[in-house]
């Protein structure tokens, strides 16, 4: 069964589903970014409605949608 298995995570994973195969977490459109410091924040993780501040420089970080979104990001 080892086999099926590995296709068939393959296959989940080839959707355009942000689901992985890892049906316990959370969907993430994205994830705040300070350019600066390369510090990442996904958007599950943060609090609040605001753009977070970066935990290393106290600049508030930019959001940036994740390659699983569909649609175009440009």
Known sequence: MGILSAVGEILRASTQSANRGDSAGETS???????????RIRDVD???????NCP???EE???ER???????AC
């Open 29 to 39: 459109a994205g994830a705040y970014w300070c350019d600066d410091c390369a510090e």
């Open 66 to 72: 994740s390659a699983a979104a569909t649609g175009c």
């Open 56 to 58: 290393d420089c106290g």
């Open 61 to 63: 970080m930019r959001f």
């Open 46 to 52: 943060a609090t609040g409605t605001e753009p977070p």
